[in-house]
């Protein structure tokens, strides 16, 4: 009955799902926590939330506890109708009893979160995944990293950078994320002692975050520091883009260092890069 009830939920045939889940009933058979959760994941596709919920409290009055899968649907659903409250308590629910989120249905929550500007709230349930032994990753971490770094609140983002090091070891994009939003705040010295300790870890910094080094020394009216970072660049076979010297040739021109564009055009040249110059 399962495969059938299956098979009706992905051609969008709630009716006939229903029809089979109720003739499970009327043949004296107990649904399980499998059955169960295809009939909410085919209401939640719908977007028939309500009767989701509905079908999940009926669940839980005849004894069959939601599972990873089942909460996993309905906080989705939840997300993708940007009902975010509704969604953290379902996870809050979820962690009680002792069930274990996955990395991408954390980021996602978070990001609903965030994108509604609730980013306090963001960080409190990761706070909250660390206490309950739900070891957040490098997914999760540089999705909250990169939404406080556009809130302006860097050192919030440091601050959960160092708890997580204490246990694990941050990946490429957690310290991308970081010291792109360093320089975006004009925080260089900072930037600068994370690229040091990536690059010891022997990670590699990619363009982006080049770039966004680059661009902070240009803002700062240091276009030549800049200059060194594009040799660095190079010389670390990351290869720059059109972006990268357009940031480093505007730079140069408002800090008035007009004599050093043509050495930047000529780099950009050898390595097939032709810009254009905006005065």
């Known amino acids: 009955y399962t495969t059938i009830l299956s098979g009706y939920v992905a051609r969008g045939d709630l009716v006939g799902a229903k029809r089979v889940f109720h003739e499970i009933h009327d043949r004296g058979w107990f649904p399980d926590v499998m059955t169960y959760t295809i009939l909410i994941d085919g209401h939640c596709k719908q977007g028939q939330l309500v009767d989701a919920i509905k079908v999940m409290d009926d669940m839980e009055e005849n004894g069959v506890e939601p599972n990873d899968v089942t909460y996993g649907v309905m906080i989705e659903a939840f997300c993708k109708e940007k009902k ?41 349930l990761w706070k909250k995944l660390m206490i309950k032994n739900v070891t957040p990753d490098n997914a999760i971490l540089s999705t909250l990293i990169f939404w406080l770094c556009k809130e302006g609140k860097i050192w919030e983002a440091r601050k959960l950078f160092d708890e997580f090091e204490k246990g694990s070891v941050p990946s490429e994009l957690t310290y991308n994320t970081l010291i792109a939003g360093m320089c975006e705040s004009g925080e260089l010295s900072e930037a600068a002692r994370l690229w040091d300790d990536m690059v010891e870890k022997r990670l590699s910094p990619n363009a982006f975050t080049y770039n966004m080094l680059i661009k902070g020394f240009c803002n700062v009216g ?55 110059i905006v005065t």
Request: hydrophobic share 35%; aromatic share 2%; glycine share 8%.
């Open 84 to 124: 975010s409250g509704e969604a953290v308590n379902l996870l809050n629910d979820m962690l009680d009893k002792r069930n274990v989120p996955s990395s991408a249905l954390c980021c996602k929550l978070i990001d609903v979160l965030c994108v509604e500007g609730k980013v306090e709230e963001a960080s409190e």
């Open 222 to 276: 240091n276009a030549s520091e800049g200059i060194r970072v594009l040799e660095e660049m190079l010389e670390r076979g990351c290869s720059p883009n059109e972006s990268t010297y357009s940031i480093l040739v505007k730079g140069l021109h408002s800090s008035g260092c007009v004599s050093e564009i043509p050495r930047v055009l000529s780099m950009a040249a050898c390595n097939g890069k032709e810009i254009e």
